[in-house]
């Protein structure tokens, strides 16, 4: 059961939204291209890292309400491969982001079924952060809610070369590549493709995110910034995702020919 009464406070207006969305029909997995932590700092002329320490809370958000929402996936795109490139100052402090929310993070997860993994190349990040990262994998791994990846050093075209190296490594022959067996070899094997993928802050691209996953995922874009986030917008990204008619390359119901009609043709 969905407990309604910790994701709104009656007579407000996230209990408004929530009262529009359909819980029977919620996306399984969740994606997010979390966008704009350096905006926000620029616009109330803060350090960059002012924007990243602000964001820590909308993550916070979005985890909690999807865990309560009962969504089987959560993913979060924290880190690109391409985000080493940035000023050497940066990453430092992004790292040690990273590692202080893993650490303050972890018996909330633990406590609230979470279960929590890393997509990406988990090798290229300092030993002091692996050795968090994989203690909260350790610790969170017989839970069976929410599960929560957050990409790392994170590519969609180095995981679909690692799928190649994989899928040769396991000497499986040529003619025995099909798209199931492909999608077994990802880092996201044996979860379900995003059906919903929202990306903050206005930009239209989607990054080298998930693209063989979110080959049918609805896309919703919102101009807020990451750090501003909140279950509000989640609500309203979930409230556009069931207005949608999803049709997987096929016709709607409404376009569909009359089966008489083509009979009598």
């Not at 994701?7 to 009262?19: F, I, N, R, T, Y």
């Not at 994606?31 to 932590?37: L, P, Y």
């Not at 309400?65 to 050497?88: G, H, M, Q």
Request: proline share 4%.
């Amino acid at each position: 059961m969905i407990d309604f009464e910790a994701l709104a406070e009656p007579g407000s207006d996230d209990e408004k939204l929530l009262q529009r969305i359909d819980v029977e029909a919620l996306p399984r997995h969740v994606a997010v291209i979390m966008d704009g932590n350096g905006r926000w700092a620029h616009s109330r002329r803060l350090p960059r890292v002012a924007g990243h320490k602000a964001g820590i809370e909308a993550v916070r958000d979005t985890v909690e309400t999807c865990a309560r929402l009962r969504i089987d996936v959560l993913t979060l795109y924290a880190f690109s491969r391409e985000n080493w490139k940035r000023p050497r100052a940066e990453v430092s402090t992004l790292m040690a982001l990273l590692k202080e929310y893993v650490h303050k993070e972890l018996d909330r997860l633990v406590d609230n079924n979470i279960r929590f993994r890393v997509i990406g190349r988990l090798d290229d990040l300092p030993r002091a952060v692996q050795g968090g990262l994989q203690r909260a994998i350790e610790a969170t791994k017989d839970n069976d809610g929410l599960s929560f990846n957050i990409a790392l050093s994170y590519g969609s075209r180095t995981e679909i070369v690692d799928a190649c190296r994989s899928l040769i490594r396991a000497g499986v022959a040529a003619d025995d590549v099909d798209v199931d067996t492909f999608s077994r070899h990802l880092y996201t094997a044996g979860q379900p493709d995003p059906d919903l993928l929202i990306r903050t802050s206005g930009e239209l691209r989607v990054s080298n995110f998930l693209l063989w996953q979110i080959a049918y995922a609805e896309i919703w874009v919102t101009e807020t910034l990451w750090p501003d986030f909140r279950r509000t917008h989640l609500f309203r990204a979930l409230i556009d995702f069931q207005q949608r008619e999803r049709r997987y390359g096929g016709l709607t119901s409404k376009e569909r020919p009359d089966p008489a009609e083509v009979v009598r043709g």
